[in-house]
């Protein structure tokens, strides 16, 4: 079966624009999290979105957004792009809410670079 | 609150035995290991639950010990294809949905021939 898909692989953003990343989970998955992978920081979890509600979310500021659609594709909005931004966008998907005990299944990521 | 990861690097010679340790200062209902290649995605690889319960994947397994909130993974006899980065992660609640997994900082495992 197809894995998780997101697109794009790679963006190249400048500082104040926007950005939207997107997340197709594996088919019959209806949850999808997301992380921000740093060298620094590590995974650091955005939100959660399961049944087109987004169920946890991290601690990050405002301009990070998510929604989920009906076929449970789900996106992430950045605004007014920092040069801290910059980071690898991971997707995770699973069956339920939360990781269950299958844990997830994580997409390759969007690797977004602000200048 | 992150779980603390050790060491946070080790490399082998083919054939070694490897452990890294994961502790969390809050308690622990489950613990979650995933390993990610350089510029792949992060592959889940066990869960171990409250019990003492330890869990296997090929020559990799681990223990879990929720009294000293740490969990520990043994990689026996390694392969080159080990290497990557090991991450731990452990849930913000209890029960079986595991809701926002906090990872540690990760262990990056070299394995040389």
């Known amino acids: 079966k197809a894995g998780v898909t997101q697109t794009p692989r790679y963006l190249i953003k400048t500082r104040g624009q926007q950005v939207t990343l997107s997340c197709s989970p594996i088919?019959?998955?209806?949850?999808v999290s997301w992380y921000q992978q740093t060298p620094g920081q590590g995974l650091q979890f955005l939100f959660e979105?399961?049944?087109?509600?987004?169920?946890n979310k991290g601690n990050f500021p405002g301009r990070f957004s998510g929604r989920q659609f009906s076929n449970s594709r789900s996106e992430m909005n950045v605004s007014t792009l920092e040069l801290g931004d910059s980071a690898l966008y991971l997707c995770?998907?699973?069956?339920?809410?939360?990781?269950?005990?299958?844990?997830?299944?994580f997409g390759s990521g969007t690797r977004l670079t602000v200048v | 609150q992150q779980p603390v990861q050790s060491p946070q690097a080790v490399i082998l010679r083919e054939g070694e035995d490897a452990v890294i340790n994961c502790s969390s200062s809050?308690?622990?209902?489950?613990v979650h290991w995933y390993r990610q290649k350089h510029g792949e995605a992060p592959v889940f690889l066990m869960i171990?639950?409250?019990?003492?319960e330890q869990k296997g994947h090929e020559k990799i397994s681990a223990s879990f010990n929720e009294k000293k909130q740490q969990s520990s993974l043994y990689l026996t006899a390694s392969q080159l294809s080990y290497s990557g980065t090991y991450f731990c992660?452990?849930?913000?609640?209890?029960?079986?949905?595991?809701?926002?997994?906090?990872f540690g900082k990760g262990t990056l495992l070299t394995v040389n021939p």
């Open positions: 995770a998907s699973s069956l339920g809410q939360g990781s269950g005990i299958s844990g997830y299944t």
């Open positions: 088919s019959g998955h209806r949850s």
């Open positions: 979105y399961f049944s087109e509600t987004q169920r």
């Open positions: 809050k308690a622990l209902y489950s």
């Open positions: 171990l639950l409250k019990g003492g």
């Open positions: 992660g452990t849930p913000e609640n209890s029960g079986g949905s595991n809701y926002k997994l906090t």
